[in-house]
């Protein structure tokens, strides 16, 4: 076993504090890392205080990964130790059902579904069809700590023309916006909106302008708007927008593609008119339930509104390249594990501009209990 240390929390009432706990060593096809950096993600927040209802304590969040292959098992082949890499999301996956095979990952139809960087499997065997968990694992913990094992295809090569601090939140922020924008076509010459601009509107509207496409922000901030128009978009209050087709808004009728990286509930009706016939709008912002939309106006041009969730392997391998590529990384706030709990109330509070990384170089394990 390996002796470690991170973050967490016994309650969803109580602040995350040091935490000593052991991890398996390495099988044959796995990796060690040392964690280095890893960012903090609102779903940390959503994870810790149990707001989706499925949160396992003892809950380590942390699923924006970077770090130094420090071992690796004997049937690794693709990373080598002194490795720069990076986990996201997920830390392993059915690999049988046909999303699985078709390198959708993060759509796994298992038994148990994907296997979470934390908080275990995203079906666990309560819910699972046949009761059982099939990782073997009812809780996993996080990068709020020192070390973290994994498989080592879940690991992923950072760039060199990458910061490994700014890296971070690419694995999980970075990949939820990316992804969506990839399926659904976005191109140069795509008029593009993204509804919200924090972390992740943040670097969905930088990545969709490096892809050629033209892009408007929508906001609730009136300072942001000056910042959208420094990263290259069109900065629109979200005040300005009626729910009902406005004939005098230039904007009606004009977007290929509206992505809502809100993290909460927030009324979609009123963005609905400024899609193309055939357009559509994407929520991976928010995963409870959504508001009512009017049908009338989604079927009066063939609009869709639809869900996307994270990124498989493939496309954070592709968003961790493009940003490299492109010069492209969040901005970012660095944060000594210590103050993670502020970090969380300033995340809640719309505080941020725009992701905290936790230097984890901070983290003393003789903090721990």
Not at 112 to 131: F, Q
Not at 209 to 227: C, N
Not at 283 to 311: E, K
Request: a negative charge; aromatic letters at 6%; proline letters at 5%.
């Amino acid at each position: 076993m390996i002796q470690a240390v991170g973050y967490a929390t016994n309650h969803s009432f109580t602040d995350l504090k040091p935490l000593k706990f052991e991890r398996d060593e390495a099988k044959p096809n796995e990796v060690t890392i040392d964690v280095m950096y890893c960012g903090v993600c609102h779903s940390d927040i959503h994870q810790a205080k149990n707001e989706w209802g499925n949160t396992v304590y003892p809950c380590m969040p942390g699923h924006e990964v970077v770090g130094r292959v420090s071992a690796v098992g004997s049937a690794v082949t693709r990373h080598k130790v002194g490795d720069m890499v990076g986990v996201g999301c997920m830390i392993d996956s059915c690999r049988q059902c046909a999303p699985c095979k078709e390198g959708d990952e993060n759509y796994c139809e298992g038994p148990n579904s994907w296997l979470a960087t934390y908080n275990g499997p995203m079906v666990p065997a309560k819910k699972a069809a046949d009761e059982k968990n099939h990782y073997g694992r009812d809780n996993t913990y996080g990068g709020y700590s020192n070390v973290l094992v994994v498989a080592e295809d879940f690991a992923l090569k950072i760039p060199a023309g990458l910061k490994p601090e700014a890296a971070a939140p690419l694995l999980c922020a970075g990949v939820t916006t990316y992804s969506p924008m990839k399926h659904w076509g976005v191109k140069a010459g795509s008029q593009v909106g993204i509804v919200g601009f924090g972390g992740l509107g943040d670097i969905a509207a930088k990545m969709a302008i490096a892809m050629g496409a033209t892009v408007t922000i929508f906001t609730t901030s009136e300072e942001k708007l000056d910042e959208a128009r420094r990263i290259g978009a069109t900065g629109v209050p979200e005040e300005n927008l009626k729910k009902e087709v406005d004939p005098t808004n230039p904007l009606t009728l004009s977007f290929d593609f509206i992505l809502s990286t809100v993290p909460e509930k927030h009324d979609l009706n009123p963005f609905l008119p400024l899609l193309k016939r055939n357009a559509t709008m994407v929520i991976c912002g928010d995963l409870g339930p959504l508001m009512p939309v009017n049908n009338m106006q989604l079927a009066s041009h063939r609009n869709g509104v639809a869900g996307s969730l994270i990124g498989n392997l493939a496309d954070t391998q592709e968003v961790l390249n493009f940003c490299a590529e492109h010069g492209i990384a969040h901005e970012i706030e660095m944060l000594d594990i210590k103050d993670i709990n502020d970090a969380y109330k300033a995340v809640e509070k719309g505080e941020v501009r725009y992701r905290y990384v936790i230097d984890m170089a901070t983290l003393k394990a003789e903090d721990a209990d």
